[in-house]
């Protein structure tokens, strides 16, 4: 199963943009890639997921490297609301309902 | 809508007791599935199930069993508690391969 790679933790200004980045060299032709992200003491969230497009919704934008081997979740204003950890996950579109998380990346916001 | 829901929310057992958690969902959703995060860790996938009578196994499927009657519920069984089962365990619904929605855990600890 192809396996994603994110910093460990970031930090970030409130009010200022993030970009939160996650590699996958080994993605396949039919993965999704998804974002989750999980609030202190809380299930995972979803975010936002793509395929080869750059995709936006009312949480995040998300940037896909043209290879596709790596993407970024863009954060346009962070506030503290957003302190969590972020799961970048690849998901097989034709295996079933199988995700696997990584240890994610831990995001602090300082006010 | 409830969406999904799991009881109970605490759980403290000796080594060698059994017990069920319950995991319901609201979304009339094909899929469901369980993950066990431990601490400072990502989640990792038990058990899921694609529709009622189907299951299989995720990457952690061993000292646990799992079966769909119904497509509203989707138990998880612990036929001999162990200390290394201590955990949060958190069960999640999608309609086919979309977005994940996940019940807000069980904590369970193992003595």
């Known amino acids: 199963d192809a396996k994603t790679t994110q910093p460990n933790s970031m930090e970030s200004n409130e009010e200022e943009p993030v970009h939160l980045p996650c590699n996958h060299s080994t993605i396949s032709g039919t993965d999704y890639i998804h974002w989750y992200r999980q609030l202190p003491s809380q299930g995972p969230e979803y975010v936002i997921h793509g395929l080869t497009s750059n995709v936006n919704n009312r949480m995040a934008s998300l940037a896909i490297a043209e290879d596709r081997k790596s993407s970024t979740l863009i954060l346009h204003r962070a506030t503290l609301r957003d302190a969590a950890v972020y799961y970048c996950i690849l998901r097989d579109n034709f295996n079933g309902n199988q995700f696997y998380f990584g240890t994610g990346t831990s995001l602090t916001v300082i006010p | 809508n409830a969406g999904v829901t799991q009881t109970p929310k605490f759980q403290v057992l000796k080594t060698g007791q059994s017990m069920t958690l319950q995991c319901a969902q609201d979304m009339n959703h094909e899929y469901m599935s369980w993950y066990r995060q431990d601490p400072g860790m990502g989640l990792r996938l038990i058990h899921y199930?694609?529709?009622?009578?189907?299951?299989d196994q995720g990457e952690v499927p061993n000292g646990y069993n799992v079966s769909r009657s119904t497509t509203e519920d989707f138990p998880l069984r612990l036929l001999s508690a162990a200390p290394s089962q201590t955990s949060v365990y958190f069960c999640?619904?999608?309609?086919?391969?979309?977005?994940?929605?996940f019940g807000p855990g069980t904590r369970l600890t193992v003595l």
């Open positions: 999640a619904s999608s309609e086919q391969r979309d977005t994940q929605y």
């Open positions: 199930s694609v529709g009622a009578g189907i299951t």
